[in-house]
């Protein structure tokens, strides 16, 4: 499975654009790659998926190049409650279901 | 609210005490998984349950014994467990095929003392 690389922390303040950025270097074709969210002491929550060009949803975006070597999690206008942890996955589209793995992740944290 | 239920919240227990984690999930899903997460670390994979066979376990010491009865259903049961035990232990659910989205429990919090 390809191995994601994360930066370990992230400061920003409220109403900035985030934008956090995830390298899976040795993605394969099948691949696809899924953000979660989480919180102190509650289990990760899911964000966004893609697998090419952008994906937007009422939380986030997701921009994947076209080599999908790495992958960009933008959060528009970010607010205090928007400080968590956020993890990069990259499993493939059949038979990944019992080998997704959880990196250290990000931790954002937005300043008032 | 995720459609995954994981009693009891938070747990104190002693080395020699037997205790039982229960998850349930709502969704219709027919994987699921347990997870432990230390404080300050990744979460790790510790079992993976996909139409009630057990198909992983990732080198889990034996005082950790998973039960899964029926595909909405996943105990983890505990026996003679240490202090580095304590930590979160997180049930997720997910469909077993295709793009998989994990849905995940709010989790226990356990202390081992």
């Known amino acids: 499975l390809a191995k994601t690389t994360q930066p370990i922390s992230m400061d920003s303040y409220e109403g900035q654009e985030v934008n956090i950025t995830c390298s899976h270097n040795?993605?394969?074709?099948?691949?696809?790659i899924t953000w979660y969210q989480q919180f102190p002491s509650q289990g990760p929550r899911f964000i966004i998926q893609?697998?090419?060009t952008k994906v937007t949803n009422e939380v986030a975006s997701l921009f994947i190049p076209a080599d999908r070597k790495s992958s960009t999690l933008s959060l528009p206008r970010v607010s205090l409650s928007d400080t968590a942890v956020y993890y990069c996955?990259?499993?493939?589209?059949?038979?990944?279901?019992?080998?997704?793995?959880f990196g250290a992740g990000t931790r954002l944290a937005v300043h008032p | 609210e995720t459609g995954v239920t994981q009693t009891p919240r938070h747990l104190v227990m002693g080395m020699t005490n037997k205790k039982s984690l229960k998850c349930e999930q709502h969704?219709?899903?027919?994987?699921m998984y347990w997870y432990k997460q230390s404080a300050k670390k990744p979460l790790e994979l510790m079992f993976v349950?996909?139409?009630?066979?057990?198909?992983e376990n990732n080198s889990v010491p034996s005082r950790f014994s998973p039960e899964c009865p029926n595909s909405s259903h996943l105990f983890l049961h505990l026996h003679t467990l240490q202090p580095e035990d304590s930590a979160l232990y997180l049930c997720?659910?997910?469909?077993?095929?295709?793009?998989?989205?994990?849905?995940f429990g709010a989790g226990t919090r356990l202390s081992v003392l």
């Open positions: 996955l990259v499993g493939p589209l059949e038979g990944g279901y019992n080998k997704l793995i």
């Open positions: 997720a659910s997910s469909q077993e095929r295709g793009v998989v989205i994990q849905y």
């Open positions: 969704l219709g899903h027919n994987a």
């Open positions: 349950y996909s139409l009630e066979e057990r198909v």
């Open positions: 040795n993605i394969a074709t099948n691949d696809y």
């Open positions: 893609g697998y090419k």
